[in-house]
């Protein structure tokens, strides 16, 4: 059974940082996209960023801000976030698939972010 497992989320003040981890299990992902999506209250879940092939992709928001890493001997994708803003606040959700910003085959259940202003 294939689980993404999220971690590290939490309250942070504006200007501050957090590192998200995603564990991957029950297979790797060496030719998926290993990615980050989010979904703010009441709004569309969105894309962040994604890895794929050592390439890195980031949506214009978070681009300069946000770094996507990934370990392929852990099977575990990193995003560290920096300059943290209040319109970051969302559920972050990592995602496994053949596309880069979408088609996107894995979920993990999410983990929330909230940045105090």
């Known amino acids: 059974?294939?689980?993404l497992v999220e971690s590290g989320g939490g309250l942070v003040q504006a200007g501050g940082s957090l590192r998200l981890s995603c564990a991957a299990s029950g297979r790797t992902f060496f030719?998926?996209?290993m990615g980050w999506f989010r979904q703010a209250p009441g709004k569309e879940?969105?894309?962040v960023a994604s890895w794929r092939g050592g390439i890195t992709y980031y949506s214009d928001s978070v681009k300069g801000r946000f770094t996507?890493?990934?370990?392929n001997a852990?099977?575990?994708v990193y995003l560290q976030m920096n300059s943290l803003k209040p319109e970051d606040t969302a559920v972050y959700y990592c995602a496994a698939g053949p596309g880069i910003r979408d088609r996107?085959?894995?979920w993990g259940k999410g983990t929330l972010?909230?940045?105090s202003s």
Request: no cysteine.
């Open 1 to 3: 059974q294939v689980q």
């Open 31 to 33: 030719n998926y996209a």
């Open 45 to 47: 879940r969105e894309f």
């Open 68 to 71: 996507i890493s990934r370990d």
């Open 74 to 76: 852990k099977n575990t």
């Open 104 to 106: 996107m085959d894995y």
């Open 113 to 115: 972010v909230t940045v």
